[in-house]
T-cell receptor, first 107, second 116 residues
Framework: DAKTTQPPSMDCAEGRAANLPCNHS???????VYWYRQIHSQGPQYIIH???NNETNEMASLIITEDRKSSTLILPHATLRDTAVYYC????????FGKGTTLSVSS | EAQVTQNPRYLITVTGKKLTVTCSQN?????MSWYRQDPGLGLRQIYYSMNVEVTDKGDVPEGYKVSRKEKRNFPLILESPSPNQTSLYFC???????????????FGPGTRLTVL
């Protein structure tokens, strides 16, 4: 199973882009990368996922490197409500969440 | 509305008094799981179920039981709760695809359990 590595914390100014990195160097060819976030003690919420190509939805963009060993979640205009813990996971059937990255958005 | 519900949301109990936390999903998902979350430790999987009558241990199963008699329900049972089981518990239901690795989880609102 692919393991992911994320920085424990990041800061971002409100209105600026937040770029959250994730390393998944042991990912296999058919494993997707998923991003979730958890806002203070609520249940984690799905954000976006991808396999090879960059993806964008109404919440965020996901950039996956060509070798697929790392990815970056981009929140293009971070708001205070984006303050949360962000998890990057590469699920097999059993989904393993690590400690994620705590993003703090400040005004 | 697609959702995962948990009950109760908050519970304070005493050591040794059996309790059950219910979990129900309305998305017809086959895969469900339970997590606990403790400060500094992230989310850790307790048990999961790949389908009715199929359950398996996650990372931290000691002190817990589960059952999956029907697809929509996946209760978590603490036969003899202890203070170290004080935690925030999440139930999750997973949308799976035939393609390998395509899984999206839907989480319940959480149950905050305190064992005195």
């Amino acid at each position: 199973d692919a393991k992911t590595t994320q920085p424990p914390s990041m800061d971002c100014a409100e209105g600026r882009a937040a770029n959250l990195p994730c390393n998944h160097s042991t990912i296999s060819g058919n494993e997707y990368v998923y991003w979730y976030r958890q806002i203070h003690s609520q249940g984690p919420q799905y954000i976006i996922h991808g396999l090879k190509n960059n993806e964008t939805n109404e919440m965020a963009s996901l950039i996956i490197t060509e070798d697929r060993k790392s990815s970056t979640l981009i929140l293009p205009h971070a708001t205070l409500r984006d303050t949360a813990v962000y998890y990057c996971i590469v699920p097999p059937t059993a989904l393993i969440f690590g400690k994620g990255t705590t993003l703090s958005v400040s005004s | 509305e697609a959702q995962v519900t948990q009950n109760p949301r908050y519970l304070i109990t005493v050591t040794g008094k059996k309790l059950t936390v219910t979990c129900s999903q309305n998305m017809n998902h086959e895969y469900m799981s339970w997590y606990r979350q403790d400060p500094g430790l992230g989310l850790r999987q307790i048990y999961y179920s790949m389908n009715v009558e199929v359950t398996d241990k996650g990372d931290v199963p000691e002190g817990y039981k589960v059952s999956r008699k029907e697809k929509r329900n996946f209760p978590l049972i603490l036969e003899s709760p202890s203070p170290n089981q004080t935690s925030l518990y999440f139930c999750a239901s997973t949308r799976t695809s035939g393609r390998a690795g395509l899984n999206e989880q839907f989480f319940g609102p959480g149950t905050r359990l305190t064992v005195l």
